[in-house]
Each structure stands twice: as C-alpha cells, then as structure tokens.
C-alpha cells in the first residue's frame, strides 16, 4: 500500500512537471497511430505498411525528450498513461459503435445500401477488435520500457549535451525499440489472426523500423531543441528533486 501511494504521488507530480503539450501531443500521437493503423498504405506478399507508420515516430520523439530531462522512469511512466488512455478510447469507440446511427459518409452515397456498407466499414474500423487492442497495447509498453532504458544508458555514456549527443540516443534506441514494437504486435496478432508466417513477421518489423527510425532522425533536431529548453528554462525542477530526494533516501 506505501509503494501504491508512493508512486501515486509521483505521477502525480511528473504529470505536473512535463509540459502539458507534450503530454497531450504523446497521447493524441498513441491513439490516432492505433487508429490509422487498420489502414494499409502499402501491401505486397512480405511487405506491409500502414498509416499509423505516419505519427509513431511522434511518441517515441517524445519519450525520447522526457527522458533525456526526466529520466526513463518517466518516460515509462507516460507511456503506460498514454497506454491506458488508448485502451479507454477503443473501449469508448466500441461501445459507440454498437449504438444505431449512421455516419456522414451515408447521405453523400449514391445508393442506400452503398451508405449501410460504408457506415458498417467505418464502425468496424473504430470498434476494433479485442487483439488488435491488446496486441498494439503489448507492443507499445515492451517497446517504450526498451527504448527509454537504453535512452537513458547510452545517454549515460554518450551524451555530452550537445545535438550529436541527443541523437546517439535518441536513433539507437528507438531503432531497437521500434523493431520491438512492430515485431509483438505483428507476431500477437497479424501472425496469430492474420495468418502472417515468420518471415513476413520479421520483414514487416525490420522494414517499418528504417521507415520509422528515418521520420525520428529527421524531426530529432526538434526534439533536441525542446529537451534544451526544459533544461534551460529548468522545467519539472521539481519532480528532478524529488526524485534526487528519493534515491538517496534509499
């Protein structure tokens, strides 16, 4: 029960500390990725891309910022919120979609039943399936653990404040971390549900990871900007004190 609300009280003061944007651009990136992702941009016999490839580059840029200035605790700690807060919308859209109603999309049909098949289509892809949840869920908490424990190592040894620093990090631990990710959620759940061999397991999860880690490097000079201005402007002092406080209590 101590540790219950001891770590209560930390999240509730790190949910103070990070800026509230970037809480709420991680959150906004999760669900939407998880939502696009029923969308395929791209389909041959072992290559698949999907749209939610567009935003998840946005979570891991910015775990990578909290972690540079909060550590990886931290970054694990939002991860598992935004987790949370997905599962609730998918739980939300599914309940919704059970509902009778019709979407916009059904009046600007040509034919009646051309809208009832486009208005089931849209519910299905808001009201996805339980796997499909939980696989994405699976993945996203195995990838965030890896990529904010290797962040914060190899920050440890690599990182000398400037943007070469933050770059080290930042690419060698999503590169992993996002291998990670693409490679539960596709054996979870393209590979159990889909019928996906090993080889497009690993294909799809190798391929999506260079798409995905070259969107990182590209906007990590932003990130860099963003984790130099919360140091700068000494932002979440506090929570970096608290936690100071903490460690050497033990």
Same mark, same amino acid.
């Given at each position: 029960?101590?540790?219950?609300?001891?770590? @209560?009280?930390?999240?509730k003061?790190?949910?103070?500390?990070?800026?509230?944007?970037?809480?709420?651009?991680?959150?906004?990136?999760?669900?939407?990725?998880?939502?696009?992702? /029923?969308?395929?941009? #791209?389909?041959?016999? #072992?290559?698949?891309?999907?749209?939610?490839?567009?935003?998840? @580059?946005?979570? +891991?840029?910015?775990?990578? =910022?909290?972690?540079?200035?909060?550590?990886?605790?931290?970054?694990?700690?939002?991860?598992?919120?935004?987790? =949370?807060?997905?599962?609730? =919308?998918?739980?939300?859209?599914?309940?919704?979609?059970?509902?009778?109603?019709?979407?916009?999309?059904?009046?600007?049909?040509?034919?009646?039943?051309?809208?009832?098949?486009?208005?089931?289509?849209?519910?299905?892809?808001?009201?996805?399936?339980? #796997?499909?949840?939980?696989?994405?869920?699976?993945?996203?908490?195995?990838?965030?653990?890896?990529?904010?424990?290797?962040n914060?190592?190899?920050?440890?040894?690599?990182?000398?404040?400037?943007?070469?620093? +933050?770059?080290?990090?930042?690419?060698?631990?999503?590169?992993?971390?996002?291998?990670?990710?693409?490679?539960?959620?596709?054996?979870?759940? /393209?590979?159990?549900?889909?019928g @996906?061999? @090993?080889?497009?397991?690993?294909? =799809?999860?190798?391929?999506?990871?260079?798409?995905?880690?070259?969107?990182? !490097? +590209?906007?990590?000079?932003?990130? #860099?900007?963003?984790?130099? !201005?919360?140091?700068?402007?000494?932002?979440?002092?506090?929570?970096?004190?608290?936690?100071?406080?903490?460690?050497?209590?033990?």
């Amino acid at each position: 029960m101590k540790a219950l609300k001891r770590e @209560w009280e930390e999240c509730k003061l790190l949910l103070r500390s990070i800026p509230s944007m970037t809480i709420a651009v991680f959150i906004l990136s999760v669900v939407l990725m998880n939502l696009l992702a /029923s969308r395929e941009l #791209y389909r041959s016999d #072992y290559f698949c891309l999907n749209s939610g490839l567009a935003l998840s @580059w946005i979570s +891991f840029l910015c775990m990578d =910022c909290i972690c540079k200035r909060f550590g990886a605790g931290a970054s694990i700690r939002i991860s598992v919120i935004a987790m =949370c807060v997905n599962m609730f =919308c998918a739980v939300v859209f599914c309940v919704l979609m059970l509902t009778p109603g019709r979407w916009a999309a059904f009046y600007s049909a040509s034919d009646p039943d051309v809208g009832e098949m486009i208005s089931v289509g849209i519910d299905g892809t808001f009201a996805s399936a339980w #796997y499909v949840v939980v696989g994405s869920s699976a993945a996203m908490l195995a990838s965030s653990v890896v990529n904010s424990v290797l962040n914060q190592f190899i920050g440890e040894h690599a990182d000398d404040g400037k943007y070469r620093g +933050f770059a080290i990090r930042s690419l060698a631990s999503t590169c992993i971390a996002q291998f990670v990710d693409n490679f539960v959620f596709s054996a979870m759940v /393209s590979h159990v549900f889909f019928g @996906w061999n @090993w080889k497009q397991v690993i294909i =799809c999860s190798f391929t999506s990871m260079l798409i995905e880690m070259g969107l990182e !490097a +590209f906007f990590s000079p932003l990130g #860099y900007r963003i984790a130099r !201005a919360w140091e700068r402007d000494r932002v979440g002092e506090s929570y970096i004190m608290w936690r100071s406080a903490a460690v050497v209590s033990r």
